[in-house]
């Protein structure tokens, strides 16, 4: 049986698994709860995602380590899909998820009839901005509302007053910010036939664009020349790690970090710093300072510029338009197996060599650096380089690193 962080304050924290490596990382750094998706009826089509028969073994495993398994059917779907929910939502329930997310008050309807025990949380796609919306879809049934992320806190804190206690709010804290109202969106359908609402999404708001509004004279968006790009509608992502205790304070229970179409690298790394993070709220309370390094973590994984989004009525969020992609300063070399008879056991993800200086990010403390000594193939025969992909690799080192720590190198901004 794996042991479980110990939730210490009155939030929980929602990490992303878009498949069964991101999951056990998401376990492995302090996760209170995992979000997934099945192959059907979810909003990250081009994550891998799980069959419905791996249901059951990916909440086995996340109950192993105590936390709890959600799972998504937050597309909006069309009529000649509504055949397929009811096997979908008794899949579910027969894997033992203790929740499901829906977008679809129709959805949300069906859910209850068929299993009425089933706990429901509303999708940020249904858009959910004030008390009366939250209160009925309580009376219809669900158990949580994750709200949209276009609220202030102090309109978060209106509904938490105004809302049942037994009803639970949850909010984002972490990753990619989309322009249009709480996710729903139809530009990707008109330039590329690809739906936004079913998960397809191919992100044209962050693609590069020349704009010229004849009827507006004198008004002009800012075109940077030096690089001849102008990214118009590209949000920067959300960061709120130094001020969780706010959010708290407004009444949100349960932290939510986007990114199921990410690696688990990304998971690892940005779970870990918001459990330290809720650790360090804990110990000190509200207006709590938190460490450096846990502040440097979410610096080392891919991420657009950073805001608070709509959170703060005073840092309004903004959008990165010099540049459409993400900041790669940061790159994740291998994943560890384990440590035995002197050799870091790993799993090789992106070139390194011997005298390369790496650092390891672990599981609840500090990273620590190392450099790449003696190396070993799967053979035992000395090698300077490890140069192909998922090839096993045996490093020389006193350091007894976890399965599950990660090695990574400073790149600068990629």
Same mark, same amino acid.
């Given at each position: ?10 939030? %929980?924290?929602l ?14 750094? #302090?996760a ?5 998706g ?7 089509a081009?994550?891998?995602?799980? %069959? ?18 959600y ?24 894997? #033992? ?8 008050? #129709? ?18 796609q ?15 049934? +669900? ?66 664009? +020349? ?37 708290? +304070? ?8 986007e ?59 903004? %959008? ?26 790993c ?11 790496l ?13 790449? #000594? ?41």
């Open positions: 049986m794996k042991t479980k962080h110990k939730r210490t304050v009155p939030a %929980e924290l990490s992303p698994a878009g498949d069964s490596e991101a999951l056990l990382a998401a376990l492995r750094y #302090g209170d709860a995992v979000y997934l099945a192959k059907a009826f979810g909003m990250r081009k994550a891998a995602n799980f %069959e419905l028969d791996e249901l059951a073994g990916a909440v086995e495993l996340a109950h192993q380590y105590g936390a709890r398994l799972l998504t059917c937050n597309t909006l779907p069309r009529g000649r899909e509504l055949d397929e929910l009811p096997e979908f939502i008794h899949a579910a329930v027969g894997a #033992g998820v203790d929740g499901l997310i829906v977008a679809d008050v #129709g959805v949300l309807a069906l859910a209850k009839q068929l299993e009425p025990s089933l706990d429901i949380h509303i999708s940020t249904f858009g959910v901005v004030n008390y009366l919306t939250a209160r009925q879809l309580y009376d219809m049934g +669900a158990s949580r509302v994750v709200l949209a992320r276009e609220l202030t806190l102090e309109e978060i804190a209106e509904i938490r007053q105004k809302t049942p206690p037994e009803l639970c709010l949850e909010a984002f804290v972490h990753g990619a910010m989309c322009v249009s109202v709480s996710g729903r969106c139809v530009i990707s359908n008109y330039l590329t036939g690809r739906d936004a609402n079913r998960g397809e999404c191919a992100q044209p708001c962050r693609w590069d664009y +020349a704009l010229m509004e004849r009827s507006r004279q004198g008004q002009y968006l800012p075109v940077y020349e030096e690089d001849g790009y102008t990214y118009l509608f590209n949000a920067n992502d959300l960061c709120m790690i130094e001020r969780l205790d706010k959010l708290v +304070a407004a009444g949100v229970g349960s932290l939510k970090i990114g199921r179409a990410k690696s688990a690298y990304y998971v690892a790394a940005v779970t870990g710093a918001y459990r330290g993070a809720l650790d360090t709220l804990a110990e000190q309370g509200e207006g709590y300072t938190l460490p450096q390094w846990l502040r440097d973590e979410v610096e080392k994984i891919s991420h657009r510029p950073y805001s608070t989004g709509f959170y703060l009525r005073e840092s309004p969020p903004d %959008e990165d338009r010099v540049r459409g992609g993400y900041r790669r300063a940061w790159q994740l070399v291998a994943s560890v197996d384990g440590w035995e008879n002197g050799y870091i056991l799993t090789e993800r992106n070139r390194f060599a011997k005298g390369e200086q650092e390891a990010l672990l599981p609840g403390s500090p990273p620590v650096t190392l450099t790449v #000594g003696e190396m070993l193939d799967e053979e035992g025969q000395p090698i300077e380089v490890a140069r192909h992909a998922m090839m096993k690799v045996r490093i020389k080192s006193e350091l007894r690193l976890p399965a599950g720590a990660m090695l990574r190198r400073e790149q600068g901004d990629a």
